[in-house]
C-alpha cells in the first residue's frame, strides 16, 4: 500500500509539472498534428513586426502568414528534403556560426595570452628586446668583387659623415635603400632573438643604447645600426590586453574551438563524431536559451522553405517556357503599355561604314539573338568597336532613344571615341510576346502557382488556431 502511495504521487508531481509546463506555454495552434507553442509563435511574430519594419502586422493579420510558413515546412518534411546531404551541409554550417563562438570563453583566451606570452619570454631569454635603426646599402647576391668593394666604400663615407656629427635619422632618410624604416630615420620596431639575419642580430645585440656599430656585411647588404633603446620583456598583466586583441584580431578563437571540439571527438571514444557534438552543442544552447532554440529552428525551417518554394513555385514559373507563354496569352491585357516602346537597340560607333554594318548583322535575327550576334561580330575579343543598348524602353530610359526616336529634347552624353550615336529597332504600342515582359510574367505566374500551393496544402494538412490562446500574445506575464 505505501508503494502504491508513493507511486501516486510521484504521478501527481510529474503531471502537475507537465500541466504547468503546458499552461507557462500553452499550444497557440496544431498544424498537420505538430502543436506549435505560444513562444514560437511569438518568437516569429515579433522578430518581423519590430523596429524598422515599415508594414507592421497585427497578431491576427499575422496568423494567416504564419500558417502558410508552416504548412510548406510540413510539405518540405513530407517530400523528405531534411535528408538532403545540400540541406544538411548548409544547416550545419549556419548551426556552427551560432555554436562555435559559445564554445570559447574568455578563460580560454586568457589562457591562450598566457601561453603565448610564456613562449615568447621563453624565447626572448635574458637576451632581452633591442629597438635599433640602420641604414642599409643593398648588394645583390651576383654582385662582382668590383661592385661589392664600391657599395663598400659607399658605406664606409656615410659612416665618416655619421662620426663626424651627420644626423643619423637624416642621412637613413637620404641614403638607406631598406625604404620602410628609411622613411622613420631608419628605425625598426622592437626585435627578439632570431627574429631577424643572424648577422644583423650578432652587432645589434652587441651594443649599448646610444651606440653605433661599424659597417658590417649581411646577406643583403651593408649596415650601419644605431641602437635606439634595449629593454626586458614587461609582466603578463601589463601586456595582457594588446596579447588578447592580437588573438582576437587573428582569428585564434577558430583555433581554440577546433581545439575543443577535436577533444570532444577524442574523449567520446569513438562514441560520437564532430557533427554530433556539435549538435549536443546546440541543443544545450536550445535549452538554456529559447531565442537560441528558436533561432535554429528558423534556420532548419527557412532552408526547407527555400527549397520547396524553389521546387513548388519559383523554378517552375521561371523555367516553364510554355507555362509562361500560356499566362501571357490568357492575360495580355494585364500587360498593355500606356505608351508606346521602342524594342531595339542604341549603340555607338567610332565610323560611318559601323552604323550600316550594325544593322545589317542583326535585321534578319530574333530580337533575343541580336547580343550575342553584334558580340562576336564587333567585340569578340579585348577590343571594343562598338557600345550598345538593348532592350525595351520607354521615355525616359535612354537619352539616345528620347532624342532619335521619341524626337525628345534630350541631352545624350557623347563619347569621344564612339562620337557616332544610331538607332535600330521599332515602336511598340504593345508587348510582341512574353519575353518582351518576362520579369512581370514571371512574377505574375509565381504569385498564381504560390496560392494554388497553398490552397492545396491547406486541404491536405488540417489546421487548428487556439484563439483563447491567440489572444494573450505578448499579454501573459
Not at 570559447?104 to 637576451?127: C, F, N, P, S, W
Not at 571594343?384 to 537619352?399: H, L, Q, S, T
Request: charged residues 30%; hydrophobic residues 40%.
Amino acid at each position: 500500500m505505501r508503494k502504491f502511495t508513493i507511486a501516486l504521487s510521484l504521478f501527481a508531481a510529474i503531471t502537475s509539472q507537465q500541466t504547468l509546463a503546458q499552461s507557462s506555454d500553452p499550444t497557440v495552434m496544431t498544424i498537420n498534428g505538430v502543436a506549435v507553442p505560444r513562444s514560437e509563435f511569438e518568437y516569429s511574430f515579433n522578430k518581423n513586426n519590430g523596429e524598422g519594419v515599415i508594414d507592421k502586422l497585427s497578431v491576427d493579420e499575422y496568423v494567416p502568414l504564419f500558417v502558410n510558413y508552416k504548412l510548406k515546412v510540413a510539405a518540405a518534411l513530407d517530400a523528405k528534403l531534411d535528408t538532403l546531404s545540400s540541406f544538411r551541409q548548409e544547416y550545419q554550417m549556419y548551426r556552427d556560426q551560432q555554436v562555435r563562438p559559445t564554445m570559447v570563453t574568455d578563460a580560454d583566451v586568457l589562457a591562450e595570452a598566457r601561453q603565448m606570452y610564456d613562449r615568447t619570454k621563453a624565447m626572448i631569454g635574458t637576451k632581452g628586446l633591442i629597438r635599433p635603426a640602420h641604414i642599409l646599402l643593398r648588394l645583390s647576391t651576383k654582385a662582382t668583387a668590383q661592385q661589392q668593394e664600391q657599395i663598400k666604400q659607399r658605406m664606409d663615407s656615410v659612416y665618416r659623415a655619421l662620426q663626424g656629427g651627420a644626423d643619423f635619422a637624416e642621412m637613413a632618410k637620404k641614403v638607406s635603400e631598406d625604404k620602410g624604416s628609411a622613411a622613420r630615420g631608419g628605425e625598426l620596431p622592437w626585435i627578439a632573438p632570431s627574429q631577424t639575419l643572424k648577422e644583423f642580430e650578432d652587432v645589434a645585440y652587441a651594443l649599448a643604447p646610444g651606440q653605433m656599430s661599424k659597417p658590417f656585411l649581411s646577406p643583403v647588404g651593408y649596415h650601419v645600426i644605431l641602437m635606439k633603446d634595449r629593454k626586458q620583456l614587461e609582466p603578463f598583466d601589463s601586456l595582457k590586453a594588446t596579447i588578447v586583441e592580437s588573438i582576437e584580431r587573428r582569428g585564434i578563437r577558430n583555433d581554440i574551438a577546433d581545439m575543443k571540439l577535436r577533444r570532444k571527438v577524442t574523449e567520446s571514444a569513438g562514441k560520437l563524431n564532430a557533427d554530433q557534438v556539435m549538435q549536443q552543442q546546440a541543443d544545450s544552447l536550445a535549452a538554456a536559451n529559447p531565442e537560441m532554440k528558436y533561432l535554429f529552428k528558423e534556420y532548419h525551417d527557412g532552408l526547407l522553405l527555400y527549397e520547396i518554394s524553389t521546387r513548388e513555385v519559383w523554378d517552375k514559373a521561371s523555367s516553364d517556357e510554355a507555362a509562361l507563354k500560356a499566362w501571357f496569352d490568357t492575360h495580355k491585357k494585364n500587360y498593355a503599355w500606356k505608351e508606346p516602346r521602342y524594342k531595339g537597340i542604341a549603340y555607338h560607333v567610332k565610323t560611318k561604314q559601323d552604323v550600316k554594318a550594325v544593322k545589317n548583322c542583326v535585321k534578319k535575327l530574333p530580337f533575343d539573338q541580336w547580343a550575342e550576334a553584334l558580340r562576336t561580330t564587333f567585340n569578340p575579343d579585348s577590343i571594343i568597336r562598338i557600345r550598345v543598348e538593348k532592350g525595351i524602353f520607354k521615355p525616359g530610359d535612354n537619352a539616345t532613344i528620347d532624342k532619335m526616336v521619341f524626337k525628345q529634347a534630350a541631352q545624350a552624353e557623347v563619347n569621344p571615341d564612339y562620337p557616332i550615336d544610331a538607332v535600330f529597332g521599332k515602336k511598340v504600342k504593345r508587348p510582341d510576346d512574353y519575353n518582351d515582359v518576362r520579369p512581370q510574367v514571371v512574377e505574375d505566374l509565381q504569385d498564381y502557382l504560390e496560392q494554388e500551393w497553398v490552397a492545396d496544402l491547406r486541404r491536405r494538412y488540417q489546421v487548428e488556431v487556439n484563439k483563447e490562446v491567440l489572444k494573450t500574445v505578448n499579454k501573459h506575464l
